[in-house]
DNA sequence: GTGGTCTAGACCACC
DNA sequence: GTGGTCTAGACCACA
């Protein structure tokens, strides 16, 4: 996996279990690899994978039967959900209009490119 | 001023400094405080503004007169448009625009949302 | 490690990592010493090797994987000789050519001089 | 003029005016600028000029009739010649000799880029 | 363990 | 006065 420079890795890896999360690959309550397995297969250290799921684990997305290992939530569908759209609304959003503004760069725009993205991502996805 | 504890805050000083350039508080070959009195102003070490004021160098936004001080390039409001537009566009346009795709959120409600800003906005400034 | 008083400590750090790259010392890719352990080698304060492996990361001399250390690019044999060969052409020879003229000095007395530098190395070699 | 950004403003106009010396522009003996017509002629501040030729006073290079002005040193001409000429052998052309065995570049090349410099010269001079 | 950042304070060359 | 460099020491996030 690759891994943004301005991002910890340990945060990458929380936001790559999420999605999986939110599209469905891992359901409510689905059993997730294990941390040396992960650590394998992202080619990172396992005490950075540790890192994430002991996150996740506070958080309530993930839970962790001893012995057994790693498993999604019993509501963590639901919960991603709701920490990306707060995110989004309170966060991710209002600093974006702030640049909007600064820019001088109107809804209209960043429509147009938005219909552009949909269209790049639909020939991906072919 | 205050600082963000997210960033850094020679990177705070540097947007700081690039706000100013493009609201033209500081025209393009203007002189700006020197270390000594920006590290006043902002309630930060000599050394953090230095950084800063390097980097920003390298950049080609300042410009530096040996023993005299630092002034704004010659070509520095374009240039921090330029680099605002590019970073927005390339990174944070994407990246939200993923995050509209997972969250199901479309055009309309984000365009109510920025409306709402903007209001916002307005009621501040009276 | 011995500093030459009109260059700064920095600089001279970088060409001593760079000579390294260059005799074959550190391959491309391999890891080199943690910025404490430079510092302790060289008798500097960490501060100042800070510097100097930022000034190569930002060349690409080096490369940077976070929390395990510091490596040299993957291609960085080839940009140090680039480097120093441009230095060499565009810099250094116009300005000897120059005070050639100046001093009326011609070709074959700085080849002189240059096979008697040859022979000394020798003897110094030996 | 244009400075260079390595060197102090004050040891380039010191060089300036040795070549000034050399070049016979400025015979043993003869008055030179006032250090304020030097400054405005070469925009730098009139300091600038103040140090470069306190220094070039106390080399002999220069001689100061007060209240009359600056003057070149009787034996000026020959002064500057010796102290370059001793400068190129014993510092330029050793540290020269070591970056072409550094890089591999051999005399030949080196006459080659000679030859071509002086051709430069000439149709820059016609 | 690693690097990244920040502070405090000092000295220097330079304009 | 200006910036440039260096030291000392500290704290933090990260792997």
Redesign the interface.
């Known amino acids: 996996m690759q891994f943004n420079e301005q991002k910890s890795?340990y945060l990458q890896i929380a936001d790559y279990i999420c999605?999986k999360i939110?599209?469905g690959t891992w359901p409510d309550g689905q059993r997730i690899p294990s941390i040396r397995d992960m650590a394998v297969q992202l080619e990172v250290?396992p005490n950075t994978v540790t890192r994430t799921y002991t996150m996740l684990l506070d958080e309530g997305t993930l839970q962790n039967k001893r012995g057994i290992g790693y498993f999604t939530g019993d509501d963590a569908r639901r919960m991603v959900?709701e920490k990306?759209?707060n995110q989004?609304?309170e966060q991710?959003?209002?600093a974006?209009?702030k640049?909007?503004?600064?820019?001088d760069?109107g809804?209209g725009q960043?429509?147009e490119?938005?219909m552009k993205?949909?269209e790049e991502?639909n020939h991906e996805d072919k």
Chains 1, 2, 3, 4 share one sequence.
């Open positions: 890795i999605d939110l599209d250290n959900l990306r759209r989004f609304v991710d959003l209002p974006l209009f640049t909007m503004v600064t820019l760069i809804v960043v429509g490119l938005y993205y949909l991502q």
